[in-house]
């Protein structure tokens, strides 16, 4: 649906979708502008995405003839329409016009501003370029980049460094697993809440004391002790480094007995 919608931010005219949704849909509007409450479902789902991916498009002004002054986010401002409804009016411009109106030899041209409001827009102005605009993905080569457009919506999470622990070849996936939950710290013992009904002490220690992670990891007395003993920080930001000192096959061992 993001390639889609950079199709048509693009104006991809070799594309007859594309074409229909500029000529249909779009009409006297741009695509950033345009309202998200009609159409069907698919379109209004489509437009709700622009506002994600602006931060990963580029515009080079050259000479203004496919941007729209009001309509696209060409400004640091965003679309400069949604921030100044009067600018049309207060800088005697057209509202479809195009970014050309303001830019005279390779320079911007604007009209007088006397409105303290809309001076903001002069304030902030990006260099124009040579040439024709260009609209581009922020990737190495310019273009619409999948991956890019993925890790917008689903920000990847912090690196740990005990991913080699579960990555790899001739990893065994079910002890990985176990290794998994063991590091997170989700391993079920007796003191999660779905298992309260059990209540039963740790079955290992003679002594009946309360079976949590922490202590059939590191303080059951049926276990041979680890090396040092940490209680378990933030595990998605660090190693438990008693895990990583004791080696994967020690900890699987423990977690493997652990879930019988
Ligand atoms: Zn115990």
Redesign the pocket.
């Given at each position: 649906m993001s390639k889609h919608l950079w199709a048509v931010i693009k104006q991809n005219r070799n594309s007859i979708w594309v074409d229909w949704v500029i000529q249909i849909r779009l009409r006297d509007c741009s695509i950033w502008t345009v309202k998200d409450n009609k159409g069907a479902w698919g379109w209004r789902k489509m437009l709700s995405l622009r506002h994600s991916l602006v931060s990963q498009i580029h515009f080079c002004v050259g000479n203004g003839d496919s941007i729209s002054l009001w309509h696209d986010p060409w400004h640091p401002l965003g679309p400069l329409i949604s921030r100044f409804p009067r600018g049309p009016q207060l800088t005697s411009t057209g509202h479809l016009d195009k970014l050309s109106v303001v830019i005279k030899d390779g320079q911007w041209n604007w009209p007088m501003i006397t409105d303290i409001a809309c001076l903001e827009i002069t304030y902030m102005l990006p260099t124009i370029s040579e040439g024709q605009d260009i609209i581009s993905w922020k990737s190495k080569d310019g273009s619409f980049n999948t991956s890019t457009a993925y890790e917008l919506f689903h920000p990847p999470g912090p690196k740990v460094i005990w991913s080699s622990l579960l990555m790899g070849s001739f990893k065994i996936p079910k002890n990985c697993f176990i290794l998994w939950l063991a590091i997170m710290g989700r391993l079920s013992t007796l003191d999660k809440p779905w298992l309260h009904h059990i209540g039963a002490p740790?079955i290992?220690?003679p002594d009946g004391?309360p079976?949590t992670h922490d202590?059939l990891l590191f303080s059951?007395?049926?276990f041979p002790p680890l090396p040092c003993h940490h209680p378990t920080a933030d595990p998605t930001s660090m190693a438990p480094p008693e895990l990583a000192t004791r080696g994967s096959m020690g900890v699987i061992q423990m977690a493997w007995k652990a879930c019988g």
């Open positions: 740790c290992m220690c004391v079976e202590h059951c007395s049926f």
